[in-house]
């Protein structure tokens, strides 16, 4: 397939030339389909953004279509339908003569989740607005209409959290936007094997031909083959972290192609922080995230958002250029917040664009009958 890549709206259009093949666009979502039952029209499993499968079968005109139109909603990152706010009453424009206490530029989590705190707990009143033609942000997602499967736009998003609060206030409207438990596992294909990752004592003893067994055995391997810093306070660069954690042999199998291909720079380029945040495990537990809380809206995140905007103080406006209709609000919001990417706001600045790094997403419906993959998500550093 073409690789089709991403424009999303409010981010910045300094993207790197360098193409992210994604070969499993949305597996984890089908992963949640098969945990949650989401129905499916027929016998047939579909599956949507893969690549290079075999035993396909050959597509019906209704499928054909249907996956044209999905390959077009991604490359052009809008949604099938024209507006989608998931039953979310909204507006095309923002009304006229009507005064609010704050303005929210954005729809996504951050500017959701202050409108619902001003409405619910200061009982003021709010505007939100956005550029794209959808609530959620990039949490967006939505049941591809051919299949029944749920997907996100924006490529998938897993929710953790170690904080019990957090973990309240989404859980505020489990009635009708409930969270279940997902626990997210990913593998990698390494030296021609698929190895747990993050790195872990599977992953060692598949690697390196080992028999490590407890996690003092694994803190002693890892002992054995790491390289301190220059600087025992502070590692330069990516490369220097990741040795300083795993050594150099584990360094070149998963760190340094696969940072190549995330960053589309070498790690020496980067700053230490990018390699510091990646977990190494001492134990077998494979999971890529090790916090109290990992779950996923059962209905899509887009009903969970539908929820937390659905308050008699919150407008919501869809497809209106903030920009573009500033001076029109002078005098009718008691504050701004602005939510969107900080260089967007400055431009008129004469400030330049800040550098962001995207993905270039492929998408598909196939029909295939067969065996697919081990894990919802399968990466491939070299």
């Not at 039952?37 to 054909?64: A, M, Q, W, Y």
């Not at 979310?88 to 009507?98: A, D, E, N, T, V």
């Not at 294909?189 to 996690?215: A, C, E, R």
Request: net charge neutral; charged share 25%.
């Amino acid at each position: 397939m073409t690789a089709i890549k991403k424009e999303n709206p409010y981010q910045s259009n300094q993207k790197s030339s360098a193409t992210r093949k994604v070969l499993a666009l949305v597996v984890v979502f089908l992963a949640f389909v098969a945990v949650f039952n989401f129905p499916t029209p027929s016998e047939d499993i579909i599956k949507v953004g893969t690549v290079g499968l075999s035993g396909l079968r050959t597509l019906s005109p209704t499928l054909d279509r249907s996956a044209k139109t999905l390959k077009e909603a991604v490359q052009n990152s809008e949604t099938i339908d024209k507006f989608d706010s998931a039953g979310l009453p909204f507006s095309r424009s923002i009304p006229s003569g009507k005064n609010y206490d704050v303005c929210i530029v954005g729809a996504g989590l951050s500017g959701s989740v202050i409108a619902e705190r001003y409405a619910s707990v200061l009982d003021k009143t709010s505007l939100v607005m956005d550029l794209r033609k959808h609530i959620g942000g990039n949490c967006y997602d939505f049941r591809e209409p051919f299949s029944g499967i749920m997907m996100n736009l924006y490529g998938a998003h897993l929710f953790h959290t170690n904080l019990d609060r957090v973990y309240k206030y989404i859980t505020k409207w489990q009635d009708k936007a409930p969270w279940r438990r997902y626990d997210h596992e990913v593998v990698g294909w390494l030296d021609n094997k698929l190895l747990p990752i993050p790195v872990n004592i599977n992953t060692v003893n598949g690697l390196f031909d080992s028999s490590i067994q407890t996690s003092e055995e694994m803190d002693e391997w890892l002992k054995s083959v790491q390289i301190p810093c220059e600087n025992p306070d502070a590692c330069k660069d990516a490369e220097e972290m990741a040795k300083s954690r795993v050594g150099k042999d584990l360094f070149d199998m998963v760190f340094k192609t696969y940072t190549k291909k995330q960053w589309d720079k070498e790690p020496k380029e980067l700053d230490a922080l990018v390699t510091a945040r990646i977990p190494v495990r001492n134990n077998y537990d494979p999971r890529y995230f090790a916090d109290k809380y990992q779950v996923l809206p059962e209905k899509g995140y887009s009903k969970w958002f539908a929820q937390v905007l659905d308050h008699e103080k919150i407008d919501v406006v869809l497809g209106v250029d903030y920009f573009k209709v500033k001076k029109s609000l002078e005098g009718r919001c008691g504050k701004t917040i602005f939510t969107g990417p900080i260089d967007g706001y400055f431009s008129d600045s004469g400030l330049g664009k800040l550098e962001y790094r995207s993905i270039n997403f492929e998408a598909d419906i196939l029909k295939n009958k067969g065996f697919y993959q081990t894990h919802s998500v399968v990466n491939y550093p070299g």
